[in-house]
């Protein structure tokens, strides 16, 4: 199970990630597109990647476990 939650909180990260991209290159943000500027989903998707950004940092304290 963590291992299925680690790699999901990694794919929707690299998706925020790619959104912050096209947001300082193109300034065009693909979620605001999709769901609306600030709307109640849009801001759901927002605080989704924060939270597995804060999850990820998780990585640094883990040992090897292999």
């Given amino acids: 199970m963590s291992k299925a939650l680690d790699y999901t909180a990694?794919?929707?990260a690299i998706i925020g990630a790619l959104n912050w991209?096209?947001?300082g290159i193109f300034r065009f943000d693909l979620v605001a597109f999709l769901?609306?500027?600030m709307s109640w989903l849009s801001r759901a998707v927002y605080i989704?990647?924060?939270v597995c950004g804060l999850y990820l940092v998780t990585f640094f304290g883990r040992?090897?476990?292999e």
Avoid: Y
Wanted: net charge negative.
């Fill in 48 to 50: 989704l990647v924060a």
């Fill in 35 to 37: 769901f609306g500027d």
């Fill in 10 to 12: 990694l794919v929707i």
């Fill in 21 to 23: 991209g096209m947001v």
């Fill in 63 to 65: 040992g090897t476990e």
